[in-house]
């Protein structure tokens, strides 16, 4: 009996001092690994939306893959067409858009932003992990959205679009503040419509407006630290079909990789790291 109860004091204690050092791993900041679901296979066919929406539109996982997939919102998805969905949508999101998961090159940066022209698709990052991702419109041929570095800037949880009064913009972020450039929530049809904006689904506006970070201002208006780095890279075929309707040849076709993100970001590295220092110094 007795070794019995001190056979279970010493599992108590192991307990204990296991769960204190998780705490402190935790406080540390240490990076956590994030478990995603990976599909058995990758592969693509097009569909009839309302016949495929008829089947699956109680399917909330696999609505919001379709949607993605297809670079636009749910309104817009019921409306179209022809679309292309993957066969096996037993995944998680991230395996059917092009960012990587990991991209070593960043392991300095605490947060960065991407908006991908080419794919359509916009992806966060801390230290080197991916965290969020999702489909985006960005400019029209006529607006096209600026490329290379920005900063995220002031933000409004609803603005009137500069372009148009009756727009109505929620959760919007600016980035290029002379230019009125920014990501907001708006419609997606499913290929580049904006005035040079990066429309967004609302869910996704809404999370990048949470977790980006702001500028901070001095008294006098002064930039005093800058925001969440952005890069916006590539450019757009407006002559060409949807590149995403590639992914039925060769499902990898659109895929962004490791060395692609450090060749789009190490121009702009030095300015990122020395912004960030400031923003910890003056935090």
């Avoid at 698709?121 to 992990?129: L, V």
């Avoid at 702001?214 to 949807?242: C, E, H, M, R």
């Amino acid at each position: 009996m007795k070794k019995s109860l001190i056979l279970l004091n010493i599992i108590v204690i192991s307990l204990f001092f296991s769960c204190n050092q998780n705490e402190k791993t935790k406080a540390k900041g240490e990076k956590i690994k994030i478990v995603r679901i990976e599909p058995k296979s990758v592969s693509y066919q097009t569909e009839n939306a309302k016949e495929w929406l008829s089947v699956n539109i109680k399917d909330s996982k696999k609505l919001r893959i379709a949607v993605a997939v297809n670079r636009t919102d749910r309104e817009n998805f019921a409306q179209m067409d022809s679309v292309i969905v993957p066969i096996d949508m037993t995944g998680d999101l991230e395996y059917y858009l092009p960012f990587p998961m990991t991209v070593s090159y960043l392991k300095d940066i605490n947060k960065i932003i991407y908006f991908s022209y080419p794919t359509q698709t916009f992806a966060t990052y801390e230290n080197g992990e991916l965290i969020y991702t999702g489909p985006t419109n960005m400019g029209r041929k006529q607006d096209q959205t600026p490329t290379g570095l920005f900063y995220a800037n002031w933000k409004a949880e609803e603005t009137t679009s500069t372009f148009n009064d009756e727009w109505d913009l929620r959760w919007n972020f600016n980035v290029e503040n002379l230019l009125g450039v920014g990501w907001h929530q708006y419609s997606l049809p499913g290929y580049p419509a904006s005035h040079a904006c990066m429309r967004l689904q609302e869910k996704d506006a809404r999370y990048l407006y949470d977790w980006a970070d702001q500028w901070v201002l001095t008294n006098k208006d002064k930039v005093l630290v800058k925001g969440t780095p952005v890069i916006i890279f590539g450019s757009y075929d407006f002559d060409a079909s949807k590149p995403w309707f590639q992914l039925i040849e060769n499902p990898k076709a659109l895929d962004i990789s490791e060395d692609e993100m450090e060749n789009q970001t190490k121009p702009f590295l030095k300015l990122i790291l020395a912004e960030q220092e400031n923003r910890v110094a003056k935090g």
